[in-house]
């Protein structure tokens, strides 16, 4: 199995950008799915992006659509996470996950999903 580690959060203004890393190790990368998710305090973990296993599809949940952007590097084992005009309400910790589903192109829900980093603080100020 693939283990991801994400990495580039921080504190960041209202309207800026913050670039998350997520390094998969542990197995075939491009077997995977590969997917962002948040959690703030005190809600439930929720959907943020999903990219397929060679990177030909994407998803996005709604309140991120035209500001986030998923991609992967199968050759260095990344899945980057560009989050431009950053609102408060985007403050969560954000994890990367991998999943080996086999019926789907790009999963979308968190049961579908194997392995998960620890989360990186994402905070934006109002």
């Known amino acids: 199995q693939v283990h991801p580690v994400e990495s580039g959060g921080g504190l960041v203004q209202a309207g800026g950008s913050l670039r998350l890393s997520c390094v998969a190790s542990?197995?075939?990368?491009?077997?995977?799915?590969m997917g962002w998710f948040r959690q703030a305090p005190g809600k439930e973990r929720e959907f943020v992006a999903a990219i397929s296993r060679n990177g030909d599809d994407t998803y996005y949940a709604d309140f991120v659509k035209g500001r986030f952007t998923i991609s992967r590097d199968n050759a260095k084992n990344t899945v980057p996470l560009q989050m431009n005009s950053l609102k408060p309400e985007d403050t969560a910790v954000y994890y990367c996950?991998?999943?080996?589903?086999?019926?789907?192109?790009?999963?979308?829900?968190?049961?579908?999903?194997?392995?998960w980093g620890q989360g990186t603080q994402v905070t934006v100020s109002s």
């Open positions: 996950a991998s999943s080996l589903d086999r019926y789907v192109h790009v999963a979308r829900v968190d049961w579908q999903y194997d392995d």
């Open positions: 542990g197995g075939k990368f491009s077997d995977y799915n």
